[in-house]
């Protein structure tokens, strides 16, 4: 079975750090490009940043730009995310997904996500 488990969430002060995972099963990760979403209250998922197959190439929501890096490992299934510089409106919960696309920044592209994690950045 397919399945995304995001871990690294939780409470940081801004100007402080987090290094979210996203640990995969069920299929060949290779296969699909990761993308990272967020989803504050009352708010759409937005996009965070995505990286191709193997990593070559990744995209970065202007708000993070700078300060946020994707990568990936795929001997270990596993993707993750350098958040550096929190700020308070970075807190939302974080879903990492799986995408079929070259590279994507469009949620609808995606056909497999986690569960989401919490990420809440105090000022």
């Known amino acids: 079975q397919v399945q995304l488990v995001e871990s690294g969430g939780g409470l940081v002060q801004a100007g402080g750090s987090l290094r979210l995972s996203c640990s995969t099963s069920g299929r060949v990760f290779s296969n699909y490009a990761m993308g990272w979403f967020r989803q504050a209250p009352g708010k759409e998922r937005d996009f965070v940043a995505a990286?191709?197959?193997?990593?070559?190439?990744?995209t970065y929501a202007d708000s993070v730009k700078e300060r946020f890096t994707v990568s990936r490992d795929n001997a270990k299934n596993t993707l993750f995310l350098q958040m550096n510089n929190l700020k308070p409106e970075d807190t939302a919960v974080y879903y990492c997904?799986?995408?079929?696309?070259?590279?994507?920044?469009?949620?609808?592209?995606?056909?497999?996500w986690g569960q989401g994690t919490q990420i809440t950045v105090s000022s």
């Open positions: 997904a799986q995408t079929v696309k070259t590279i994507s920044e469009r949620p609808s592209e995606y056909v497999n």
């Open positions: 990286i191709t197959r193997y990593g070559g190439t990744t």
